[in-house]
C-alpha cells in the first residue's frame, strides 16, 4: 500500500499557522481514514503537532 504525504502537508501547515484549525483536523481524519493505518512518517509528524500543542505553541481553534 502507498503512503500519501497528505497528513504531513496538513501538520506543516497547522505549524505554521500555529493553529490546529478544524479544516485541518477534518483533513488529517480524512486521510487516516482513506489510508486505514499511520505510516510512521506520518507518526512523527502527529507526535511533533501533539508536542507543540502540549507546549502551547499549537492553538485548537474551535468549530463555529
Given at each position: 500500500?502507498?503512503?500519501?504525504?497528505?497528513?504531513?502537508?496538513?501538520?506543516?501547515?497547522?505549524l505554521h499557522i500555529r493553529k490546529l484549525t478544524?479544516?485541518?483536523?477534518?483533513?488529517?481524519?480524512?486521510?487516516?481514514?482513506?489510508?486505514?493505518?499511520?505510516?510512521?512518517?506520518?507518526?512523527?509528524?502527529?507526535?511533533?503537532?501533539?508536542?507543540?500543542?502540549d507546549a502551547g505553541r499549537i492553538k485548537l481553534?474551535?468549530?463555529?
Open positions: 500500500m502507498r503512503s500519501s504525504n497528505q497528513i504531513r502537508l496538513l501538520v506543516q501547515r497547522a478544524p479544516d485541518i483536523e477534518y483533513g488529517i481524519n480524512t486521510e487516516l481514514s482513506r489510508l486505514g493505518y499511520l505510516p510512521e512518517s506520518d507518526w512523527e509528524a502527529l507526535e511533533l503537532l501533539m508536542a507543540e500543542m481553534v474551535p468549530s463555529l
